[in-house]
């Protein structure tokens, strides 16, 4: 198991950027494929991005493609989400999430349930 601690959000204006930053403690954070997901009110929590353990391979949800780039320090037990060129629609919660067995790219890459450990997530406010 891993315990996972969002941090970063806060109120931006559209155009903006926000760097969310997920820190990691217990065992083997580098065997971890780690995910990015966020959830609006009224809404279904909605996959964001995901990296592979050792950052060979990121996948991203095409609404955020081109604007979002994850990352990972396994030295620091982090992962962060550099958010570009904000829009309302991005307001949500965002949090971060990880698994072991998660194939990045795969078809469970961008489905919530297959992730079994998970932050308390972070806010994320873009104003119009």
């Known amino acids: 198991q891993v315990q996972l601690v969002e941090s970063g959000g806060g109120l931006v204006q559209a155009g903006g950027s926000l760097r969310l930053s997920c820190a990691a403690s217990g065992r083997a954070f580098s065997s971890y494929t780690m995910g990015w997901f966020r959830q609006a009110p009224g809404k279904e929590r909605q996959f964001v991005s995901a990296i592979t353990w050792n950052s060979a391979s990121t996948y991203y949800a095409a609404s955020v493609k081109g604007r979002f780039t994850v990352s990972r320090d396994n030295a620091k037990n982090r992962v962060y989400l550099q958010m570009n060129s904000l829009k309302p629609e991005d307001t949500a919660v965002y949090y971060c999430?990880?698994?072991?067995?998660?194939?990045?790219?795969?078809?469970?890459?961008?489905?919530?349930?297959?992730?079994?450990?998970w932050g308390q997530g972070t806010q994320v406010t873009v104003s119009s």
């Open positions: 999430a990880a698994d072991m067995n998660v194939k990045v790219g795969g078809p469970t890459t961008a489905q919530a349930i297959r992730y079994d450990n």
